[in-house]
């Protein structure tokens, strides 16, 4: 079983920075795809960023020039750093993981999710 774990958010001014972390544990042998999504409230849950099975990054509009990911491999951790946050920046981050399990089976994951909140 895989497990995904994420911190960082909190509150901060428009404007601010956040570093969200992700960390995969457990009977993790190859990550494949792993990727920042939020779900504001009252909405569908939404990409933010994401490495691809081939290795690229995909990022929303919102994110460009404003956030960057990047990942560990050796680690299976991934990191969202976000600059010039806005007030609709606030909802749950949630980290997302998939690949093959120690015993050889496919899994697809998610984290707990991480508060961020931007104030105006």
């Known amino acids: 079983q895989v497990q995904l774990v994420e911190s960082g958010g909190g509150l901060v001014q428009a404007g601010g920075s956040l570093r969200l972390f992700c960390a995969a544990s457990?009977?993790?042998?190859?990550?494949?795809?792993m990727g920042w999504y939020r779900q504001a409230p009252g909405k569908q849950r939404e990409l933010v960023a994401v490495?691809?099975?081939?290795?690229?990054?995909d990022y929303a509009d919102f994110a460009k020039g404003r956030f960057t990911v990047s990942r560990d491999n050796a680690k299976n951790t991934m990191y969202l750093q976000m600059n010039s946050l806005k007030p609709e920046d606030t909802a749950v981050y949630y980290c997302?993981?998939?690949?093959?399990?120690?015993?050889?089976?496919?899994?697809?994951?998610w984290g707990q999710g991480t508060q961020v909140t931007v104030s105006s």
């Open positions: 997302n993981a998939e690949g093959y399990s120690n015993s050889l089976k496919r899994f697809a994951s």
């Open positions: 457990g009977s993790v042998l190859s990550i494949n795809g």
């Open positions: 490495f691809t099975s081939v290795g690229s990054i």
